[in-house]
């Protein structure tokens, strides 16, 4: 059975531009969240969609935004670009909300300068 | 607020003996608990769990104990291998809350 695939693996943007990354969850699971890792913050929860609905949200700006599709394929958007957002983001599926077991992809690694 | 805490940034242990990795959560609301084990470049991969029912659950060389009352819970690796050298996660939710993550400790298993 195929894992998490995140879209691009590696990614660098300039300040200001926006991004769009992507997610597709393991075959048959309902829930994605996503997750930003930086090295002095540790795994920070940004969203997570189930059944197309924003379930949850943590505390980012709105400048992070996402959504997800009926084939639970997930995409997430940062727009205004900053230094900061320059992260890891990985994102995790399963199959019901607040699911006991994650399974993570290896993550998108955004670099902006 | 940090509601999961990992107070220890790094571990390390010689291989054969004991690797004891630990948690604290302030939230008493949270009724489940992971650990998730990190390799770089590659996303967390689940390792071991407890419901607050248990107070220890093992599996092969992983063992999580849970101290409800002290609102403590600790990854114990016997015997540590070099191949566990990574970063662990505790994570923990309640009801159909996200996981909350610790920062994570680095462990490093010296041959």
């Known amino acids: 059975k195929a894992g998490v695939t995140q879209t691009p693996r590696y990614l660098i943007k300039t300040r200001g531009q926006q991004v769009t990354l992507s997610c597709s969850p393991i075959s048959g699971h309902r829930s994605v969240s996503w997750y930003q890792q930086t090295p002095g913050q540790g795994l920070q929860f940004l969203f997570e969609?189930?059944?197309?609905?924003?379930?949850n949200k943590g505390n980012f700006p709105g400048r992070f935004s996402g959504r997800q599709f009926s084939n639970s394929r997930s995409e997430m958007n940062v727009s205004t670009l900053e230094l900061g957002d320059s992260a890891l983001y990985l994102c995790?599926?399963?199959?019901?909300?607040?699911?006991?077991?994650?399974?993570f992809g290896q993550g998108t690694r955004l670099t902006v300068v | 607020d940090q509601q999961v805490k990992q107070n220890s940034p790094s571990l390390s242990v010689q291989e054969g003996r004991i690797s004891i990795l630990n948690c604290d959560y302030t939230?008493?609301?949270?009724?489940?608990f992971l650990w998730y084990k990190k390799y770089p470049a590659e996303g967390p991969t689940f390792l071991i769990s407890?419901?607050?029912?248990?107070d220890k659950n093992e599996d092969g060389r992983f063992t999580v104990f849970l101290n409800k009352s002290a609102k403590h819970l600790s990854l114990h690796i016997v015997p540590s291998q070099p191949g566990d050298s990574a970063v662990y996660f505790c994570a923990a939710l309640s009801g159909n809350t996200p996981l909350v993550f610790g920062k994570g400790t680095r462990l490093s298993v010296i041959a």
């Open positions: 407890i419901s607050s029912i248990k």
């Open positions: 995790a599926s399963s199959y019901d909300s607040g699911g006991t077991e994650a399974f």
């Open positions: 939230n008493s609301m949270f009724d489940y």
């Open positions: 969609y189930f059944s197309e609905t924003q379930r």
